[in-house]
């Protein structure tokens, strides 16, 4: 009875240890025997364009280029798994974003470039020396590559407007991907008359590394996108009041203010509206008696009715009266009845 409960004591030891040594054999290979992939030959943050007020007022994106290269021996792993990039205030602890390579290329590797955005409110103390690191994976690395890039005034723009800012932010943008092309061997622009602008290959890219491009920098976009103002407009009589005014201390408005006088105070601009009206009548009067047609009549009393309108001869708002019945006579001789 002793010998069979001591073979079965050895048994059960024998059995555990051949259970922790099969655990030992999974795990030593990772925690002790792991391996950190090739690090990079070219691991850099090459240029910074820090820009304000592109896509809302009190906005700032940080746009970086960058450089992760292989001579040989690049992992398969693609780049956006065993890198990222993080952006840290100037005390280099505060972390204020973190964003991935692009893997459009190659795998993300070699030249690229990404961005930071942030909106009115949340945006990092402008010109402050901000470090923008290119750091890799703990999750692969054991001592992962990390190469840092301090943010100096020049980064910075000078210039205030959306329009300006977008414009420099796009220009950088063009710049950089006449480097790309070199560094992948692949068209990304194009010419135009006008600009040189993003092809669909470049597109794709841009609106892929940073979300939004398309916005905040519209003028490097084939189809270009624009907020249209659906603000309602104020109306007044400014314009139309200027027209009458044109005259006022010159030869021909003392000669309208004496013709107000002569007729009592009524106000030249009703008197001269009424001329013109008069001159009107008679131009249709000679047409139809001259030639029994009113067509020539009905081209040359809308240039007189423009014209002593602009003048000031002519009041606006009788002139929009008969715009409108110019409007409907013409309806009416294109689709009323003629029979």
Known sequence: MCRRNKSQTEFRRSFLALVFGLLLAVVLPVSVFAVDPAAPDIFTIDDVQVVKNVAASGDVLVAFKYTIHYDSGQPTTPANKLFHFRLFAADSLTQLGAVEPYAYNNSGYDMGYSAFYFEPGSTPTWESALVLKMVGNPQYWVSPPVTNYTLVSTDYSQLESKSENQKLL????????????????????????????????????????????????????????????????????????????????????????????????????????????VIIVVLFVWGFVSHQDNGGAMVAGGHVLTGSTALGFFHPALMAVVVLLYALFTGWFIWGDKS
């Open 170 to 277: 796009g220009n950088w943008i063009i710049d950089v991907c006449e480097e790309l092309e070199v560094d992948w061997s692949v068209k990304l622009l194009t010419e135009t008359a006008q600009s040189t602008i993003l092809n669909d290959t470049g597109s794709a890219y841009g609106k892929g590394t940073i979300p939004g491009l398309q916005y905040v920098a519209p003028k490097i976009f084939a189809v270009q996108s624009s907020s249209v103002d659906t603000s309602r407009r104020d109306w007044n009589t400014d314009e139309a009041d200027s027209w009458g005014a044109q005259w006022s201390g010159t030869m021909v408005g003392d000669a309208l203010n004496g013709l107000q006088e002569v007729f009592g105070g009524i106000s030249w601009m009703v008197l001269t509206s009424l001329l013109t009206g």
